[in-house]
C-alpha cells in the first residue's frame, strides 16, 4: 500500500524540478539568441559604423582648411587676402550632454546659448566627428576660458584657421562680394557636390563669380587623440593648397577717389568706371556699402536682420542691380537714333520759347533757348528740341538704337546678378499690358522718362560705345590669373556687338557732348583745364513736383535723382563712365565726382600730384523752380 508521503512526495517533487529546468534551458537559448543577435548586428550589419567609431576614438582624420587666392588690383596691391584667426570648434562624438555642454560654453564665452545651438543645427547632418565652428576669431579671453574649462568641456577645440580679410573694409564692398559657410541649398547643387559642409564659400561679387578658382583644395591631418579628445601624435598629414590669386582691371586710386567723393558730396548711389577701347572696369562703387569682413567671421542673425531691413538697403549693388529713369542722358540714344534712321539731320533746327504744345499738351523747357540745332540741343539739353525728335519718330526705332548702344540689354559683365533694364516697344507694350503703344507716349520717351528704366552700367557701356566709335565692349573686372608661375593674362571677352555708326552721326554727338562740359554747357562742372571731356547731364523726377509739395518736400526719397556721363578726352577716349547720385537734387553735383575721378586718373598717368578733397562747396538744391509740368535736364 501506498502512503500519501510517497505518492505525492516522490512524483510530485520530479515535475517541480522538471519545469524550472525547461525554463532554464529556454532562458539559456534566448541568453544565446539575443548574444547571437547582438554579435551579428555588431559584426555584420553595423560593422562599417562601429569599426569608423573605434578609429576615431584613437585616431581622427581633421581637415585643413585651403586658404582662398588673394586678390590684386591692376598695380599688383594686394586687397583681399587672409590672416589666421582662433576658433572654438565641437566635436559632437566626445559630447554626452550637448545641451550642457553649449550651456556652459555659453557661459564661459559671452556668446549666446542659442547663437550656439543655431550652429549646432545648421550641421546637424554632419559626421559627429567632423568639427563644427562655434566661435569664429575667437578673442584671447575666450580661448583661455575654454582652455580653462577643457575637463568639463570635452569635445572642444581650438583651431587655427584662414580667415577672409577685405584690406579696403567697405570700399569697393560689392565688387569683392562677401563668403561664408556653404548653405544646404547649395550643398544641393552640382557645383557644390564636391564640397563639405562647413566650408567658407563665396556669396556675391567676384568671391562668388570666381569662387571656384579662389577656393583652393583642402589638405588633412591625422592624429592619435586620447580619451577626452586631445591630440597625443600627429601620423600623417597633407597640406592644402592655395587657392589662385586673382588680379583685377579694378584701380584702387580711382575706386578710393570716386568713393571719397560721393562721401564729400554727402550722398549715395553708383558709379561705373572703365576703359572704353577694352571694357575694363576701373571702378565700381555701389553706395551705402557694408563690411565684409562682418560676413568672414560669421554674421550674426541681428546683424544680417539688420542690414536687410535698412531701408537704405545697403546690401543692393545699386550699379548693376539698381534700375532708374535716366533723365536727360537718354538724349545722347535720342541723337543716335534720329541720325541714323535719317529722321533729321545735325543741322535740324528748333526753336524753343519756353516749350511747345505736342499732342494737345503744352510742354515745358527748362529754358528759353531760341532756334538750336542738334549739338546745341545736346548742350543746353532742350527739351523742346527732344520733343520734336520725340513727335517725328517711332517707339521701335527709339527702341532699336536704343539696345543697340547696350541700353536695356545685359552688359555680361562678370559679376552675378545683373538686371536688365527696360527700353520700352510696341511689342512690349502690348505682352506687358495688352494695349496698343501710343504715339503721345513717344514724347517722354525723348527726354528719358516715361517706362525707361536703366541700370547704371547699362549707361555707361553706352557712353564707351559712343566714345570709342561704336565698339559694344563686355565690361569685366578679372585681368589675370596666377597658379604658381606668375600672373597669366586672361582672355579678354570679346565684344558684345559692333554698332555702325555714321560718321557724321558720331561727329554731331562728340560736339555736342564737348559743349556740355566746355561751352557752358549744362555739364560745365566735370571740365578740367586741357583736356577734352565729353559729358552729360541728366536729373530724372523721381516725383512730379505737384506731388512733391502735397508731400512738404520733406522726405529724402521724394528728391530727383542726379546723373553724369562722361569719357575723355575726345578722340582718344581712354577713360569713360557714369555717376548717379540718388536723390542728390543736382546732376552738377554727380558732374563733381566724375571730374575729380578723371582728375585722379590723369595726374596718376602724368605723375603728377593727385588732386585733394573737398571739393568746392556746391549747392544743396536746386536754384530754378520748375513748374510742374517740367521734365528733366
Known sequence: ???????????????????????????????????????????????????????????????????????????GRPLVENRYSLNVSLVREKVEDLEGTLELLAEVSGVPASTLTSVVERHRRDPVYSPIVLIRDASLSQVAAVAAHELELPGLLIQQ????????EDVAAHLFGYVGEVSDEQLATAEFEAVRSGTVV??????????????????????????????????GEQMPVEGRQLQLTLDYDLQEAAENAFAVGGFNGAAVVLDPR???????????????????????????NALNQDTLRPLNNRALQGRYSPGSIFKIAMTVAALEEGVVTPDFTVTCRGGGMFYGQF???????????????????????????????????????????????????????????????????????????????????AIGQGPVDLTPLSLAVMMATVANGGTRVTPHLLKAVNEGDGFVPVPRPVPRSQVTLDPTTLAAVTDGLWRVVNNGGTGRRARIDGRDVLGKTGTAQVISLQGRVAAGDTERDLRDHGWFVFAAPAGAPEIAGVVFGEHNESSGLSAEVARHVMETYFAKKDGS????????????????????TAANQ
Not at 600730384?609 to 510742374?628: F, I
Open 1 to 75: 500500500m501506498t502512503s500519501d508521503f510517497e505518492t505525492n512526495g516522490i512524483g510530485g517533487g520530479r515535475d517541480s524540478f522538471t519545469l524550472p529546468m525547461t525554463l532554464l534551458r529556454f532562458s539559456v537559448v534566448l541568453i544565446f539568441v539575443a548574444l547571437g543577435t547582438r554579435f551579428w548586428l555588431l559584426q555584420v550589419a553595423q560593422h562599417e559604423k562601429y569599426r569608423e567609431l573605434a578609429e576615431n576614438n584613437h585616431q581622427r582624420t581633421i581637415a585643413l582648411d585651403a586658404p582662398r587666392g588673394v586678390v590684386v588690383d591692376r598695380d
Open 161 to 168: 584657421l584662414p580667415t577672409r580679410h577685405y584690406r579696403t
Open 202 to 235: 563665396g556669396q556675391s561679387g567676384i568671391e562668388q563669380i570666381y569662387n571656384e578658382l579662389l577656393m583652393g583644395r583642402d589638405g588633412a591631418r591625422q592624429v592619435v587623440v586620447d580619451s577626452i579628445g586631445r591630440e597625443i601624435d600627429t601620423v
Open 278 to 304: 577694352t571694357g575694363e572696369i576701373l571702378a565700381l562703387v555701389s553706395l551705402p556699402a557694408y563690411d565684409p569682413n562682418a560676413f568672414a567671421l560669421g554674421i550674426d542673425q541681428d546683424s544680417w
Open 363 to 445: 510742354r515745358q523747357c527748362l529754358g528759353t533757348h531760341g532756334t538750336v540745332d542738334m549739338r546745341e540741343a545736346l548742350e543746353k539739353s532742350c527739351n523742346t528740341y527732344f520733343y520734336t525728335l520725340g513727335e517725328l519718330m517711332e517707339i521701335d526705332q527709339i527702341h532699336k538704337w536704343a539696345t543697340a548702344l547696350g541700353l536695356g540689354e545685359l552688359s555680361g559683365i562678370d559679376l552675378p546678378h545683373e538686371v536688365q533694364g527696360l527700353i520700352p516697344s510696341t511689342a512690349w507694350k502690348e505682352e506687358r499690358r495688352g494695349e496698343p503703344w501710343y504715339p503721345g507716349e513717344t514724347i517722354s520717351v
Open 609 to 628: 600730384p593727385r588732386p585733394v578733397l573737398p571739393l568746392p562747396p556746391l549747392p544743396a538744391t536746386p536754384q530754378v523752380v520748375l513748374p510742374v
